[in-house]
């Protein structure tokens, strides 16, 4: 079914995905949002209820977002448990932003595939070329007579992301404007600032808010999908999916030293040394929440240094192909973000060195790729013994 503007379709299934499809140039950053709205108010009633590239999920796994790593072309899903809905909540709007200056006539027709059960059961076409918005409220998921329906909106929004989340009742941390007052059981103050380290910004330095750190998250995620090139696949390493690891080598102020990665089954501890643990391996792309690594920042004190690194465990030959995005999450800061556009056939990466200067965090992006972990190694100076592993 073709949907047009107004256009709704009443939803069956428990389990839905809507995929957004588009493409647009490098200089123009597309954030997809999603709100979940009270029934009362048609406000979120806080932080929690509020869906983007900071926090791509609720508690509950209602509403999950995955976001594209790519620009062209450009596939960003959204995953909606209709179940899980808590009850006070009657619509979910899906929504796109982009960075200033840039408009929606500057990128690609927006395509949206909805999906049940892995079959397309609506479709329906943004035509972007007389837009002048910065953000597009898209559709909308709402309960009718207690039966969820989707409704394709295409409604453009004048203003970029933080005029469209206070319109949706968000109360934007630092912001000088001011969302109207609503009955909220908590506050929202989310902080939608986005750091991203590249060569021309390769640094930052955080200082902590209160005793410590909190709990520091470290994400990667990659895209599993081979070019159809032939020439492409002929430098792949094998027909297989990609398998990126995630991985971070810590030493101490003491001296010590210590190392997480999936191989060897290091995915050591929280609470205690060495204050940080790896929540699984991936070892296709698919998982919505790739692999996280997760940090005891009330511990910093004891840091000295963090090298945060990536390597190919099996898969393709040339980073380009894996589209890998690490993002770091430090409670009340702006999410970090590190792309993986650069590299050769070399198999390993140092992402992101995180040291302690006078117990800040300083972030450095690294993007240095060498043949193996273990000359990762030398050049930090970790001083580790290898040996060759296997995960099988």
Not at 22 to 37: G, M
Not at 330 to 346: A, K, M, S, W, Y
Request: proline share 4%.
């Amino acid at each position: 079914m073709q949907l047009v503007a107004g256009g709704n379709i009443a939803l069956n299934a428990q389990t839905l995905e809507i995929l957004i499809k588009t493409s647009f140039p490098s200089q123009v950053e597309l954030d997809v949002t999603a709100y979940l709205l009270a029934q009362n108010t048609q406000k979120v009633r806080g932080d929690q209820d509020m869906i983007f590239y900071g926090q791509t999920q609720t508690v509950n796994q209602s509403v999950v977002l995955k976001e594209s790593t790519t620009k062209d072309p450009y596939l960003t899903q959204l995953k909606i448990n209709t179940q899980n809905i808590d009850a006070q909540i009657q619509k979910i709007a899906i929504c796109v932003t982009l960075n200033e200056p840039n408009t929606l006539k500057g990128i690609a027709p927006i395509r949206l595939e909805l999906l049940s059960e892995g079959q397309i059961i609506a479709t329906a076409c943004v035509e972007t070329q007389t837009k002048t918005e910065k953000a597009l409220i898209l559709a909308e998921i709402y309960k009718h007579n207690e039966k969820w329906k989707f409704r394709f909106v295409d409604q453009g929004f004048n203003g970029g992301l933080q005029p469209l989340a206070e319109n949706f009742g968000v109360d934007i941390a630092g912001s000088s404007h001011q969302a109207t007052p609503t009955p909220t059981p908590t506050k929202s103050n989310i902080n939608l600032s986005k750091i991203k380290l590249d060569k021309s910004n390769s640094s930052i330095n955080l200082t902590k808010k209160g005793s410590g750190f909190g709990k520091i998250a470290v994400n990667l995620n990659w895209n599993k999908n081979q070019p159809k090139s032939q020439s492409f696949f002929q430098k792949l390493k094998g027909p297989g999916s990609i398998d990126l690891d995630l991985g971070a080598m810590i030493k101490f102020k003491d001296g010590r030293t210590d190392l997480i990665q999936p191989l060897g089954n290091r995915f050591g501890h929280f609470d205690q040394v060495p204050y940080m643990y790896l929540d699984g391996d991936d070892r296709t792309g698919t998982a919505v929440n790739g692999e996280n690594l997760y940090i005891n920042g009330n511990q910093w004190d004891k840091i000295e240094k963090i090298v945060i690194y990536t390597y190919i465990y099996e898969g393709a030959a040339q980073w380009a192909a894996t589209d890998g995005v690490v993002t770091i999450k430090i409670p009340d800061q702006p999410e970090i973000e590190v792309r993986l556009t650069e590299g050769n056939h070399l198999t390993t990466c140092a992402i992101v060195e995180l040291k302690n200067v006078n117990d800040t965090i300083q972030a450095n992006r690294e993007v240095l790729y060498f043949k193996d972990q273990q000359y990762l190694d030398q050049h930090y100076q970790f001083g580790f013994r290898w040996t060759q592993g296997s995960k099988d």
